[in-house]
């Protein structure tokens, strides 16, 4: 496995932001080593340029949950988590009487098979 050597990395960052005329905000940047190691999951802050920057161990990255791990088990159990929020949140309306068979269907299309479908590229 290739290691990459990320010092001075965080601190490029930050002056190239500068440079033009962004400011990396310390309290809303944190940020993650994917590792498969078990022990690259020890958490400590990187200070560049007096800012503390806060390591985390997950978080969500356009709807992915992303481990310091990098295991996808994660991700599966968030996505089905959602399927199930989708499901209990149109659950009335798909047992009810007054809504049509045809209804119906074009519900489970719409709002419940696409986030299955998501699922299931996991």
Request: aromatic share 6%; charged share 25%.
């Amino acid at each position: 496995m290739k290691r990459t050597n990320y010092k001075g990395k965080p601190e490029a960052l930050v002056v190239a932001s500068n440079e033009i005329g962004l400011e990396v905000n310390a309290d809303k940047t944190k940020y993650l080593v994917m590792s498969q190691d078990q022990n690259a999951g020890q958490s400590h802050n990187m200070k560049v340029h007096n800012r503390s920057f806060e390591r985390v161990e997950e978080f969500i990255y356009f709807g992915t949950a992303l481990t310091d791990q990098n295991s996808i088990q994660e991700e599966i159990k968030s996505r089905l988590r959602s399927v199930n929020a989708c499901y209990h949140s149109v659950q009335n309306i798909l047992s009810s009487m007054l809504p049509s068979k045809n209804l119906k269907i074009k519900i489970n299309r719409s709002i419940i098979l696409p986030i299955v479908f998501c699922g299931c590229e996991t």
